[in-house]
């Protein structure tokens, strides 16, 4: 078992760290004050994604990508998990279920989406609807040579820097016809209703819109009849094992802030680090990395060797579930190692406490993430997590 990073790894890691460091953390504080990345800096940002040869992390090369191996994206994102306000996400990455597309979506959507001359985002989540799937209201019924889609949708990120939306809708308003449809802005019919303000700050929106009517040309749906919960799986294990590295890498960085102040920190005439009490949180702190980082790769390897499908949904439920709250319990901690000045929203520390609160809720909840592994401890057995698959 080699557990060493190879060379290419290595220098990809220092590249996705140079990167976060040079193009992305001086945008931090000025994301933070405006709510999100200012519109009048995004077209610069997109063009040093492609300068600097992150273009297409997740994809093949076959489709215009660079063909990385799991364990190869990891450790870029990893690194971009470090900065704050959501800025990783200007480092996009094309969604997985566009390759189910016809040659004329792959072309349409999917090969500029790579290059960063397309965005698209998913529209998914409801009012009513939310770990549960069947609830969505939103249907698409079939007319003439085209499909009318009707509904409203929530907490679509990353909708003020999309050109299209992945909308998942019921056929027929029928629960067992979920379908995807590639819907283009602007459209009529379609209203944003509004983009709220949440606890973080985030590089882009997370929008509410409605769909009255709005027509969709018959050749715009992604997929078959049917097969959207299957398309959208494929995207939660990628969205999954990057929220666990962006979960990783921000506790990682709160907790070197937090060692480097308990060096510097002194108090009755000697570093704080010398307090048991605040040892003991960097302890914990650096064990709690430990394990995630090793989770995580091992996951990231599993699905490079081309492991079950159906066992990487369930490690990768795990191991979000895992980093996720990991995550929530060291920026904690580092938080109260800081003290007052942790507080600050000028320190790093205090905007990743923000940040990662909704790594516990979107793209599954912990609560989800745990009916998951209870359902495969039921199905296959403990030995899905105790042993080796």
């Not at 590639?182 to 819109?209: G, I, Q, W, Y």
Request: hydrophobic content about 40%.
């Amino acid at each position: 078992m080699d557990l060493e990073l190879s060379a290419r790894e290595k220098e990809l890691a220092a590249k996705g760290r140079a990167f976060c460091d040079e193009v992305l953390v001086p945008l931090e504080i000025i994301a933070d004050e405006h709510g999100e990345l200012p519109m009048e800096r995004r077209a610069a940002v997109r063009q040093a994604v492609r300068d600097w040869g992150l273009a297409g992390i997740n994809h093949k090369k076959e489709h215009g990508g660079l063909g990385l191996t799991m364990v190869e994206q990891t450790v870029i994102e990893e690194q971009l998990g470090r900065v704050t306000n959501g800025l990783w996400s200007c480092v996009w990455r094309a969604p997985v279920s566009l390759t189910s597309g016809t040659k004329a979506q792959i072309d349409a959507y999917l090969r500029p989406s790579i290059q960063g001359e397309r965005r698209g985002c998913f529209a998914i989540t409801e009012a009513e609807a939310g770990s549960d799937p069947r609830r969505v209201k939103t249907k698409a019924v079939k007319k003439g040579d085209q499909w009318l889609l009707n509904g409203e949708k929530w907490f679509v990120t990353s909708y003020n820097a999309s050109d299209f939306i992945i909308v998942h809708a019921h056929v027929d308003d029928d629960p067992d016809k979920p379908t995807l449809f590639l819907v283009d802005k602007p459209v009529t019919n379609m209203v944003h209703l509004r983009s709220p303000k949440f606890m973080h700050n985030f590089a882009f929106d997370h929008a509410e819109l409605r769909f009255d009517d709005v027509a969709v040309p018959e050749d715009r749906m992604l997929g078959e009849i049917g097969q959207g919960l299957e398309l959208t799986k494929d995207w939660f294990v990628e969205a999954r094992l990057q929220i666990a590295s962006h979960t990783l890498g921000a506790a990682i960085r709160a907790a070197e802030i937090a060692n480097d102040y308990a060096t510097t920190r002194h108090q009755f005439e000697r570093p704080i680090r010398d307090f048991q009490g605040v040892e003991f949180m960097l302890a914990d702190m650096a064990v709690e990395i430990f394990a995630a980082k090793s989770m995580l790769y091992r996951v990231a390897a599993e699905i490079d060797r081309g492991l079950d499908r159906k066992i990487v949904h369930a490690h990768a439920s795990a191991l979000k579930l895992f980093c996720s709250e990991m995550a929530g319990r060291v920026i904690d901690k580092a938080l109260q190692v800081l003290g007052g000045r942790g507080y600050m929203r000028e320190n790093p520390v205090e905007r990743l406490y923000r940040d990662i609160r909704v790594d516990r809720i979107w793209e599954g909840t912990s609560e989800i993430q745990r009916v998951v592994v209870g359902g495969q401890i039921r199905k296959r057995g403990l030995d899905i997590y105790s042993g080796w698959q």
